[in-house]
């Protein structure tokens, strides 16, 4: 067999079941081989940071590694924004470049350049593999590099010659490393922090925020009296009826240095020290406040599950975490804002959705009104490459397709990954996606303000403006293949939702909404 | 002053501007400072691979560059694609991207990457700028190395903290290096070559496909009997009637081969040595054929126009050159198709028209039906990194506002940028848009075949399918403020593209044809 036969049977074998798609000449042995390995599918994209994102919100979801198919380095380059956000997540990506054959390399054909080098930042594993019998070897190591702990971006980079040629074999899986234990006496030194230190703090992120490790992270909280709270963009956070509540530190520096203030410890928990997320003048960016000192629970490739039940353990916590109740709002009425729309998302979310949330401004009231709504799970913009969420619910609807999938999307931040809403309809993918369109990139409008440039003149304001022309995303949604609609007042978003929600396969909902700022 | 004013200054005082931009937190000050220098024209738009794309159109039509405005790394990446293509084409583009402040760099914030790894491959100079009183040498310094020659993407790193600080002072334009004359002996051998070296070939490319140093190198092979060829993909080619008549060499190998054969010498002016744009089995990737001896006459950065002149002069070649006689094919009727379509393009094209063909397999009869229409410019996809037509025809009308800038466009690549005609429609740019939809990646059924990948299966053949659900371009285009129509027979395409040609500003046109293959 050919090298991109053996490459696709090892991967399956590994456990790769989903290869989101956009390809070019170089990959062609790869795509012709699809239909010999039919327990992979091929997903289609229009545009390769579709590709990306979708394998970021399937792996985060899936909890094991989707594969990519690119095509050579400027292919690369437009996955490579949301390659960041899943590197930023900690998601597990097979992220499969195609090449120029070996032997064409030397001769600096148009598209020829050096892959490796885009994918450095965004990759922990870069492997091109050199030969027909080492493909498939390289694959299966591709996926045991993905997977981690903790996951990451493992980049095969596949020539087309290595593709083509016959004299392959597939490769068994590849033994991932496995997570590692905790020390004991580490647990037991923050137990003892947490119960005898002084006001402490627990920032959760990555692999504590859902499962039993969200549950166990809870009971230390509550045995302990220590403040519970999630990082600002968690990768996967479940929340909602019945889910222990959390807290998300503030994407605000100084609403976060609120949230800190007054703490001697702040224990981690697969999660970073908190920081501002840009710079401002005079502010400090280390939000930590001073006379707090900083410990790591768990991170990188230890065993955060097994830490924390560890620790529940070690502080003695109550055998059940806190749980949220159950509580809706009132379906809204009246003006459309991102109060409203939020109130009519918490009315409506339907239990075990999905929410991929790059709402930005617009979304600053969801997560308060969808707190007591039946549990779901919330996915953020990690890494702040905008772009993410359209692509992040293509992913997360394959991965769990029995589960609704609501996207709240900004509408500036929609525009750099529109083509995924066509992926979404050629796939008949069970997601809604509200567009909150309020014409501008309001969170530049208060961002300008922020890094102290002053009052904006007209041709500064006129950068943040998206009225002229106006965009129409209802019908952007029709030309590929999204039924839309739009609605003006909160009366009509909550039957455009309710109904969109209510039927399967995509839908979109325009909501008309002023800027929050 | 602070240093986004300065910078802003010194841009403007050496030449630049136009500033392309796609802005976000870090970028606050440089969009603050545009309202204070009314001389640099910002032009947003709402992906940063329009941002690039439109400076590479820019910078081909204009000869010197534009600036853009990319958002940290994940934003260079999203440009990353048509840079590419710029670095093929050795445009001049100073590529500006914002960074986090120094200061905030060390936390390792959730947008942090090393954004000079994501630059590397498409610049010949990166420089961070690292204090306030440096950023303004550093501007001039990055328009230098931008403009060359050769013409290249010049990447400015910019913190934020450099921009917002006070004690920056404009710079004086940087002295550029200025092109190196070519070896007047060496001219000479390449004349004794031409004139007594046996079946001899020129193969233009860069600055030759234009202006004075097309007509030299036409004047050159009339007056030797050498064959004029130009490079597959140009940058820029002037041609039509008044301007001599050049030959591109064939994408498809087989053909690029039977142009080559039997020559004894191939003189390169400003081209790269002919290979193949992918490699196939069996098939040779370097066209040159056995026993022809490659000459460079002039490249990098050498004065290829002073050397085309001395060579004419040494040829003795004749005054003026051949020159392509008016001739339009008749307005076509029947069915559309590529071909019809491209007779209808003959027949209407007007003078001084800018075509920035993208078309792909649907553009294949455009060179030869328009072959005799008006004078006018051509620029092709150098990189083989596809989205870049749309955003190369914003750049193209900016830099010429008088004229008619005409978009061929192929449907599948159409899509990887298609936010380039909000911009169009913002600007009100004089660009009519052809797209041709063919509902499918039609290239890529032709190269399945050529790499050997047999017959396709149906997943396969599901790769390169664009018609489920059928994408609705007519839609799109008005979903983004650009008034469009659609073609189903040729007459119906010569009326929409006679009316898209006659308004002024931006038109789209969908022309629905077969795939050629």
């Known amino acids: 067999m050919n090298g991109a036969r053996a490459l696709l049977d090892t991967l399956v074998a590994s456990g790769v079941e989903v290869c989101f798609t956009n390809p070019g000449t170089s990959e062609m042995h790869f795509v012709a081989a699809l239909d010999q390995v039919p327990e992979m599918r091929g997903v289609l994209t229009l545009f390769e940071g579709v590709a990306t994102g979708a394998a970021d919100g399937y792996g985060r979801m899936a909890g094991r590694p989707a594969a990519t198919l690119l095509h050579l380095g400027p292919g690369l380059g437009n ?7 899943a590197r930023r997540a900690r998601t597990p990506i097979v992220n499969i470049v195609g090449d120029h054959a070996l032997s064409h390399q030397r001769y600096d054909a148009q598209l020829q350049s050096d892959i490796a080098t885009v994918a450095r930042n965004v990759s922990s594993w870069i492997v091109s593999s050199t030969a027909t019998d080492a493909v498939a070897g390289d694959a299966a190591a591709a996926v045991a590099a993905a997977a981690g702990p903790p996951g990451s971006v493992a980049t095969l980079v596949l020539p087309a010659d290595v593709c083509w040629t016959d004299g392959a074999s597939p490769a068994p899986p590849a033994a991932a490393p496995g997570a590692a234990a905790v020390a004991a006496d580490h ?6 922090l947490l119960r005898d230190g002084g006001p402490a703090a627990i920032l959760l992120g990555g692999r504590a925020g859902h499962g039993p490790a969200l549950d166990d992270v809870a009971r230390v909280a509550a045995g302990t009296g220590a403040k519970l709270l999630a990082e600002t963009f968690p990768a996967r956070l479940e929340r909602g009826a019945g889910r222990p509540p959390v807290e998300r530190l503030s994407y605000l520096g100084d609403f976060a240095a609120a949230q800190l203030a007054g703490l001697r410890h702040l224990v ?42 560890a620790l529940a353990a070690a502080v003695g ?31 409506l979310l339907p239990e075990h959705a999905i929410v991929s949330d790059e709402a930005n401004t617009s979304g600053l009231f969801a997560p308060v009104h969808t707190a007591g709504a039946p549990a779901h799970d919330w996915l953020t913009l990690t890494g702040g490459a905008i772009g993410q ?29 529109i083509q995924a809403l066509w992926t979404m309809a050629r796939e008949d993918l069970d997601v809604t996606v509200v567009v909150f369109n309020n014409r501008s990139y309001a969170v530049l409008n208060m961002e300008l303000d922020r890094v102290g440039g002053g009052e904006p003149g007209p041709v500064a304001r006129s950068m943040f403006d998206l009225s002229d ?25 909550v039957s455009h939702l309710e109904r969109a929600l209510d039927a399967p396969g995509p839908r979109l909902v325009e909501a008309m909404v002023p800027p929050i700022v």
């Open 79 to 85: 996955g490579l924004a949301n390659l960041h956000n």
């Open 187 to 192: 647990v037991e030194h923050v137990a003892a």
């Open 268 to 309: 981690l928990v697969d999660a970073a020290s908190p920081v501002s997320f840009f710079a401002y003048p005079d502010k400090p960016s280390n939000l930590v406040p001073e006379g707090c000192e900083v410990t790591v629970l768990a991170a990188g490739a230890d065993d955060v599950a097994g830490a924390l039940a």
């Open 317 to 347: 916590a109550p055998p059940a975490p806190p749980r949220q109740e159950p509580a809706r709002p009132a379906r809204p009425t009246g003006a459309l804002t991102a109060d409203t729309a939020a109130q009519a998302i918490g009315a």
């Open 389 to 417: 969420g359209l692509p992040v619910a293509v992913g997360a609807a394959i991965a769990c397709p029995d589960r609704k999938v609501l996207a709240l999307q900004a509408d500036g931040s929609a525009l750099y990954t």
């Open 469 to 493: 022309p106006p965009i129409d995303f209802v019908t952007l949604a029709a030309g590929l293949g999204v039924p839309a609609s739009r609605a003006d007042t909160a009366e009509s978003f």
